[in-house]
């Protein structure tokens, strides 16, 4: 390999160490938007045991889908930046390496993944999927709290709150099941989350 080859090379190792870390980045920060979905389960179940000395606590359960689906959002753009850097790193950081080391012996995640048995990768699958759970329960305990909380006095503009809440579990739904439209169109192309 000549001076220029070993300096794209390691202009190419760097992008990779560089889009790898930023993976791990990302997935922090899903797990950190999974945290946040945890504790205010527990603020919410906190709640509900407040609720009978202070019934305008049922707010709380009008306002928490909405927050759950806030997460949620942010999670699935991290899933969809995450499938894209691996996406590149297969596709376009790996063809470049293995021209210049003029092998395909590198990098071979992907293809170890599909080898995999298919019933190995549907656990995988499953699990991706029900992490989801994490967003869409809560919003839907959060809005079983509502209905057991005694309501002395109306909340103003309950009716469109409880009807937002509604929209954003179902956006929520929609939401796990458009990261699985991302993955398959992921599968297509190479690459993986």
């Given amino acids: 390999m000549d001076t220029k080859d070993q300096l794209t090379m390691q202009a ?7 889009m790898r870390a930023e993976i791990e980045r990302r997935a922090n920060s899903q797990h950190l938007y999974t945290n946040y979905a945890m504790a205010f389960l527990g603020a919410i179940t906190t709640a509900m045991g407040f609720s009978k000395d202070n019934p305008n606590i049922a707010i ?7 927050f759950f689906s806030i997460l949620g959002i942010l999670f699935l753009r991290e899933a969809i930046i995450i499938m894209k850097i691996g996406n590149y790193i297969h596709n376009g950081i790996r063809p470049n390496v293995i021209r210049l ?9 992907e ?23 994490v967003f869409v329960i809560p919003s839907i305990i959060s809005l079983a709290f509502y209905h057991l909380v005694p ?12 009807i937002i809440s509604v929209l954003v579990i179902i956006f929520n739904i929609i939401l796990a099941l458009s990261e ?13 989350a």
């Fill in 12 to 18: 190419h190792l760097a992008e990779y160490q560089a």
């Fill in 60 to 66: 709380v359960f009008l306002v928490a889908p909405i």
């Fill in 101 to 109: 080391l003029i092998s395909d012996d590198i990098w071979k995640w």
């Fill in 111 to 133: 293809f170890f993944y599909f080898e995999e048995k298919l019933i190995k990768r549907l656990i995988v699958s499953a699990l991706n999927r029900a992490r989801w759970l």
């Fill in 151 to 162: 309501k002395q006095t109306a909340i103003r503009h309950e009716d469109v709150l409880y």
């Fill in 180 to 192: 699985r439209f991302v993955v398959r169109i992921n599968l297509k192309t190479g690459s993986s």
